[in-house]
C-alpha cells in the first residue's frame, strides 16, 4: 500500500530526498482505523516537509515484525512506526524479544485515542456497566467474553473489568472481526473494543479504557528530527480536514511532546502488565 509521490519542495528536514517508510503491524487491513490513520498521517507530512512517505504494513506476531523492523533501521528520521497498545502489551507478554521497546523506539508524538465499549448481546439484561456486573455476579462462570484473540487489547479490557469489579467470565478468543456473528448469534454474550469497530451495536460504554495511537523512531533517530515531526504531527492534529477524518472515527486527539507520549507509553505498560499478571495470561 503505497502513498503517491509528492513532488519535493525545499525539505525542512535535515534528511536526504527519498522515500520515509511509515511502518504499521496490524492486521487490520488498510480500510481499518491504523490504515486509515497512516495514509491521512502520511500525506500530510509528504506534503509539509517535501518527503515521499510511504505506508507499509508488515503484519504478524502482534506487532513484532514491524517493530523489530524499525529497531534495525538507520536512525535518520526514513523509517518510522505506528504504535499502538499492542506493542507494549506485546513487551510485557513477550521475555525473549530482540529489542526492548520502552528502551529501542523513540516516541515521537502521540496521535489519538479511541474509547472502548462494552457490546452485549440484546439477550443480556443490562444497559449500564453496574447493571451489566450485577448480572455476571449472579451468574459466576456462566458468561462467555469474546475477545479478538488471546492476548489483544478485546481480552485485556475485558480483564480489567474482571479484575476491578470481581466478575468471573469465560474467556472465549476468535480470530478477529469472526466474533461478531456469534456475538450476534447469542453463542457468547460480551464483547470489549473500539468504538469505531462496534457502531450501531453498541450497548454500554466503557469509557476508562482506550485504543491509542502514535509514531516512534528508532532511538537514536537525532532530536532535531524528533522535534520537527512532532511539530508537524501536531500540526496535523489540528488541520480543520484532518480533525474532523478522525473525531468521525470516534477518537480524541492526543497533541503533545515525545516526552508526554513517552510518559504514556510508559504508564500504558505498566498498568497492562499488572492486568496480565493478575489474569495469568499465556501466549501459546
Do not use: C
Not at 465499549?117 to 458468561?143: C, L, Q, W
Not at 476468535?174 to 473494543?193: A, C
Not at 492526543?254 to 513517552?262: E, R, V
Request: charged letters at 20%; aromatic letters at 6%.
Amino acid at each position: 500500500m503505497s502513498l503517491r509521490t509528492i513532488p519535493l519542495k525545499s525539505p525542512h528536514l535535515p534528511l536526504p530526498s527519498r522515500n520515509v517508510i511509515l511502518m504499521m503491524g496490524t492486521a487490520v487491513g488498510a480500510g481499518g482505523t491504523p490504515g486509515i490513520l497512516a495514509r491521512l498521517l502520511g500525506q500530510w507530512l509528504a506534503e509539509r516537509l517535501g518527503q515521499p512517505f510511504v505506508v507499509e504494513n508488515r503484519s504478524g506476531a502482534t506487532g513484532k515484525i514491524a517493530t523489530e523492523a524499525v529497531v534495525r533501521a538507520s536512525p535518520d528520521g526514513h523509517t518510522l512506526l505506528l504504535v499502538v497498545p499492542a506493542n507494549v502489551i506485546d513487551a510485557v507478554f513477550r521475555d525473549n524479544l530482540s529489542y526492548d521497546f520502552r528502551r529501542d523506539i523513540a516516541p515521537v508524538a502521540g496521535i489519538y485515542r479511541v474509547p472502548y465499549v462494552m457490546d452485549v448481546h440484546p439477550s443480556v439484561p443490562a444497559n449500564t456497566i453496574p447493571e451489566f456486573v450485577a448480572y455476571a455476579k449472579s451468574r459466576p462462570g456462566k458468561i462467555n467474553m469474546a475477545s479478538a484473540g488471546t492476548g489483544t487489547g478485546t481480552q485485556i479490557a475485558g480483564e480489567l473489568l474482571k479484575m476491578t469489579t470481581g466478575v468471573d467470565m469465560v474467556h472465549a478468543p476468535f480470530r478477529g472481526t469472526q466474533v461478531y456473528p456469534d456475538l450476534l448469534g447469542g453463542q457468547v454474550r460480551v464483547f470489549f473494543g473500539p468504538l469505531q469497530s462496534n457502531r450501531g451495536r453498541v450497548r454500554a460504554g466503557l469509557r476508562g479504557e482506550r485504543l491509542w495511537f502514535g509514531v516512534g523512531a528508532p532511538r537514536a533517530t537525532p532530536v532535531e528530527i524528533v522535534e520537527k515531526l512532532n511539530k508537524e504531527i501536531n500540526a496535523a492534529l489540528v488541520d480543520p480536514t484532518i480533525k474532523a477524518k478522525l473525531e468521525e472515527q470516534g477518537g480524541e486527539l492526543l497533541p503533545g511532546s515525545p516526552a508526554y507520549f513517552g510518559k504514556l507509553i510508559a504508564e500504558q505498560t505498566e498498568k497492562w502488565g499488572r492486568v496480565i499478571q493478575a489474569a495469568n495470561i499465556k501466549l501459546g
